[in-house]
């Protein structure tokens, strides 16, 4: 028997406020501090290297520039993002120019790294992966990170770990 799917005109947001924006999602390198088995190595091969900062500036101009008209947010992926030596300039030029920050992270920066750095994050997403996470340092995480942004968990775990 075949089943008759209902007949869309569009595709829409849930919530109507999220029309005027523009995700950019921007991988920024293969650099990760973890090396997890069930992760591809393209994450974590350290063959991607961060652009330099000629670079990150003028792209984020051009696509500022390009989605003016656009509430726009930048999520910064790797690899591991957190190791980029220069996030926290990138975080502020965003901010500076009017851009959303979201951040990927393993959320494995001691907690007071993050502490220094909450404020400058509109979003974080923390992928927990139960080879490495210690889990009390990840609660500790989310908690400062919830005084200053939304706080999403990604859970990447192997089956055989549903238990934990």
């Not at 595709?11 to 997890?36: G, H, K, Q």
């Not at 502020?92 to 001691?110: F, Q, Y």
């Amino acid at each position: 028997m075949r089943t008759t799917l209902p007949a869309y005109d569009r595709v829409d947001f849930a919530d109507s406020t999220d029309r005027p924006r523009v995700v950019v999602e921007w991988l920024m390198s293969s650099i990760c501090n973890y090396s997890c088995s069930y992760c591809p190595a393209a994450l974590h091969d350290g063959r991607v290297r961060y652009p330099d900062w000629t670079t990150v500036r003028s792209f984020v101009q051009r696509v500022r520039d390009h989605y003016r008209a656009s509430d726009l947010t930048f999520l910064l992926t790797g690899g591991e993002v957190t190791t980029y030596r220069q996030l926290v300039p990138l975080m502020k030029l965003l901010g500076e120019l009017g851009c959303d920050v979201a951040v990927l992270s393993n959320g494995s920066k001691p907690v007071a790294w993050w502490e220094e750095r909450a404020a400058l994050v509109d979003e974080v997403l923390l992928s927990y992966h139960h080879e490495r996470a210690d889990d009390d340092h990840m609660l500790a995480v989310a908690d400062v990170l919830t005084r200053h942004a939304v706080v999403q968990f990604n859970v990447v775990i192997d089956p055989s770990n549903f238990d934990r």
